[in-house]
């Protein structure tokens, strides 16, 4: 295989650029290094044993779809400067509205308790003054009958 790719490459005369040589063997090293990371080994095994052609379908099939396998910022085409920003924005927004629910919720259920707080304490003082007329009646008549 590496034998077709140097004849080839002979063929159209860019073999014997030791700089263009430098490059590819870094991009598939960069390609292969991220398919370990992701734990991609049918990519590993194609990247080494079927050179770079393999490497450049992966960078186009899997590393600019997903981005880098550590983490960081994806290429997925051109984006418009900010544009990474303003989905994180709209993220958080979205966790916002969320979190405004919770705490109208919260709220809600806070209200209704004092309002059964509240009915209860009407109750109990319904009930107060209806004992305190009572014992003011049964006081008058003690009252009037020692009299």
């Known amino acids: 295989m590496f034998a077709l790719i140097r004849d080839l490459s002979g063929a159209l005369g860019w073999a014997d650029n030791p700089l263009l040589w430098l490059v590819v063997v870094a991009f598939q090293l960069w390609m292969l290094i991220d398919a370990v990371r992701r734990g991609e080994w049918i990519w590993v095994a194609c990247i080494v044993f079927f050179s770079v052609l393999s490497a450049v379908f992966y960078y186009f099939m899997v590393y600019r779809q997903q981005g880098p396998a550590g983490g960081g910022v994806g290429l997925r085409g051109f984006e418009l400067p900010g544009a990474a920003d303003r989905r994180r924005i709209k993220e958080l927004l979205g966790r916002i509205h969320h979190l405004d629910k919770a705490r109208d919720s919260f709220l809600i259920e806070l209200k209704q308790e004092r309002d059964q707080r509240h009915a209860h304490s009407e109750k109990i003082n319904a009930s107060l003054h209806q004992l305190d007329t009572?014992?003011?009646?049964?006081?008058?008549?003690?009252r009037g009958g020692i009299k």
């Open 134 to 142: 009572s014992l003011r009646d049964i006081h008058n008549t003690i």
